[in-house]
């Protein structure tokens, strides 16, 4: 299996660009994650969703952030406008719950570094 | 406070070395614990779970405490390979979420 594939993994734009963040889970996971990862604030979840629904959005920033799962094999995230502080790295992620229903390993795609100038 | 705390470190230590992390976590509803690794400009891996009655594998033992709300990772002859960043984390079982939170991570340089 290829892993979570994510694209593109550097992006540098200019504050006030719209950038889009792509991700193709494990084939077979139902769920998705989206992180972002800083020096200061750690690893923060922003978004999940399960089969493709969004579970859990209290992480997304702010309303400049938005991230969409039109199928269980894509999700994007999008930024617009974005800004420097949204500089970053941001993780994709899926899992597979258990069928006992308990919490199994999250696999991390590689992720995309993002900088905003 | 945060949900997850580590000492952020580093910890260096010689090869060889028996080293040990600790980290707090504040939710006492908090169901699941593990302990993921994650090198330098790569993605966070998931090193070992973490259980109430204890749990090793190989070098690493990884313990558990609820009434303290502490959970521990303890590596046993460390080897250069293993530095890298250590992160805490903590699942909070709420509606059928699976949602994970993970503490700022605890940096491990392992030396000659």
């Known amino acids: 299996d290829a892993g979570v594939i994510q694209s593109p993994r550097h992006e540098v734009t200019e504050m006030g660009q719209e950038v889009t963040l792509r991700c193709k889970p494990i084939?077979?996971?139902?769920?998705l994650f989206w992180y972002r990862q800083t020096m200061m604030r750690g690893l923060e979840l922003l978004i999940y969703f399960n089969n493709n629904v969004p579970i859990d959005d209290s992480g997304m920033p702010e309303d400049r952030f938005s991230a969409k799962m039109p199928n269980a094999s894509f999700s994007t995230l999008k930024i617009q406008p974005s800004e420097p502080r949204d500089s970053a790295v941001y993780f994709c992620a899926s899992n597979l719950r258990g069928l006992a229903g308990g919490v199994d390993e999250q696999f991390f795609g590689p992720g995309t570094r993002l900088t905003v100038l | 406070r945060k949900e997850v705390e580590q000492d952020p470190g580093p910890f260096n230590v010689p090869e060889g070395a028996t080293v040990a992390f600790n980290c707090t976590y504040s939710?006492?509803?908090?169901?699941?614990f593990f302990w993921y690794r994650q090198d330098c400009r790569k993605e966070p891996k998931l090193l070992m779970s973490?259980?109430?009655s204890g749990n090793e594998d190989g070098r690493f033992t990884a313990q558990l405490n609820r009434a303290s709300q502490y959970i521990s990772l303890l590596i046993r002859d460390s080897k250069l390979s293993d530095s890298a960043t250590y992160l805490c984390v903590v699942n909070i079982l709420t509606g059928g979420g699976n949602k994970l939170t993970f503490g700022t991570g605890t940096q491990l340089k392992v030396e000659l």
């Open positions: 084939s077979g996971h139902d769920y």
């Open positions: 973490v259980y109430s």
């Open positions: 939710n006492s509803a908090s169901q699941s």
